[in-house]
């Protein structure tokens, strides 16, 4: 795999369906300045993405962030409760992109209907799911295309808009208080939350401790950019209570008064495109996560196995989530759950990094940067927009309750068969 290939993996996960749905919640929050909010937003991903890349670079591993953590805090309980945890957190996210693939396949083909709509969802999953089993150089590939696709579809959208924009709709003289900017942080910094998923692609880089902080800071470059055109694009053609309204359908909206009804079948195939690439970037990790953890003990041993010489147990096992969770439950109600994780995993990471500093040469100013603004968002999101969805709490307690059980229950059978596991503390 090349650097623009892994990068590319960590661009298809965070520019899925986010950038369709963020706009008009941030818009909401932050108004015209959502363009400013993406920009400080790249800046704390960016200082994340320094910590994972000095971490990569001395411990490539396919097991990607969780062995950024096993090295910080050991093969124990915190290891194990952060992967499963990553586990359960990305199957949600996975299939929370595959079912807003079915809602834009269902819109376009069979005027919404939610039958079908379950269908794609369904379909590109099992899709997806065979692209891997084939292996890491179709996913590079096929990612490849996607990306190509989606970046180049938003990058006409980005130069027409902005052509076409009315520069007194981002006058700063509109733009509301920085408290209140700062809060929309805590929206538009889940569409970087995806660049994680560049640490497992370590096993599949050449030379890892070189080309992988590349392809983390091309592919965090590349989305703040995009990210950032693309709000000054939406928010320069339409006022901030039109992007609010338009919810989703916001870029076609801004699309329309240069390209006309085009613009949104653009948007759609964009879409469709964006969320079948985030599909594929998020059941990517699941190999070599379980054969990494299944190795160190932290998951069952079956977690590993290869079925049929080339299906991975653990790959199938995520696919069979997803489905449950597409076509079961309604997601939508839960969408906080795998942004809430992460920036938990993000700030266990970064304290992990603190205690091997010497080893991977970090500046530690940077990374309490890092920890720091991983709280704030963290905080802020809890306190402007968790603390209003009582299912999300309820499920976010739910798999957290589930992780420490999977950990303790199945290290309890392991000790007592094969005695303490490597390195556990």
């Avoid at 891997?132 to 989606?150: F, M, P």
């Amino acid at each position: 795999m090349t650097v623009r290939q892994a990068a590319f993996i960590g661009v298809g996960a965070m520019v899925g369906a986010g950038i369709f749905a963020l706009l008009g919640a941030a818009g909401e929050v932050a108004g015209s300045a959502v363009w400013l909010s993406f920009l400080i937003a790249g800046v704390v991903a960016a200082l994340q993405g320094y910590s994972f890349a000095k971490l990569g670079a001395q411990y490539p591993s396919a097991g990607g962030l969780l062995e950024y953590v096993a090295k910080g805090f050991g093969e124990g309980h915190v290891t194990g409760i952060t992967a499963w945890l990553v586990y359960v957190a990305n199957a949600i996210v996975t299939a929370m992109v595959a079912v807003s693939f079915g809602s834009y396949a269902s819109a376009m083909f069979t005027g919404g209907n939610a039958t079908w709509a379950k269908v794609f969802s369904a379909l590109i999953i099992l899709a997806m799911t065979a692209v891997n089993i084939i292996g890491s150089t179709l996913v590079a590939k096929a990612q490849t295309v996607i990306v190509y696709v989606v970046l180049g579809i938003l990058v006409i959208f980005a130069v027409v808009t902005i052509a076409n924009m009315r520069l007194s709709l981002l006058a700063p003289s509109g733009y509301p208080p920085l408290r209140d900017i700062v809060a929309s942080v805590a929206l538009t910094f889940f569409a970087f939350l995806g660049f994680g998923i560049i640490t497992f692609t370590a096993k599949d880089l050449a030379d890892p401790t070189r080309q992988l902080p590349r392809a983390m800071y091309l592919a965090l470059g590349i989305a703040t950019v995009i990210y950032v055109a693309t709000a000054v694009g939406v928010f320069g053609t339409l006022t901030a209570e039109e992007v609010v309204s338009s919810g989703g359908t916001a870029l076609a909206v801004a699309a329309e008064p240069a390209l006309g009804a085009a613009g949104y079948w653009l948007m759609s195939v964009t879409a469709l495109f964006a969320t079948a690439g985030a599909t594929n970037s998020g059941l990517y990790p699941a190999p070599g996560l379980c054969e990494r953890l299944a190795h160190t003990g932290q998951f069952p041993p079956v977690m590993a196995r290869r079925l049929g010489g080339r299906a991975s147990a653990g790959l199938l096992i995520a696919a069979a989530v997803c489905l449950v969770l597409a076509l079961a439950f309604k997601l939508d109600a839960i969408a906080s759950i795998g942004s809430a994780v992460a920036l938990l995993v993000f700030i266990f990471i970064t304290v992990a990094h603190f205690r091997v500093r010497t080893q991977t040469g970090a500046n530690p100013l940077v990374l309490g940067l890092a920890i720091a603004s991983a709280g704030a968002v963290l905080l802020t999101f809890v306190f402007t927009t968790l603390i209003h969805e009582p299912a999300s709490i309820l499920t976010l307690l739910v798999i957290l309750v589930v992780s420490v059980a999977l950990d303790l229950g199945w290290k309890y059978r392991h000790t007592h068969r094969a005695g303490p596991l490597p390195g556990a503390h």
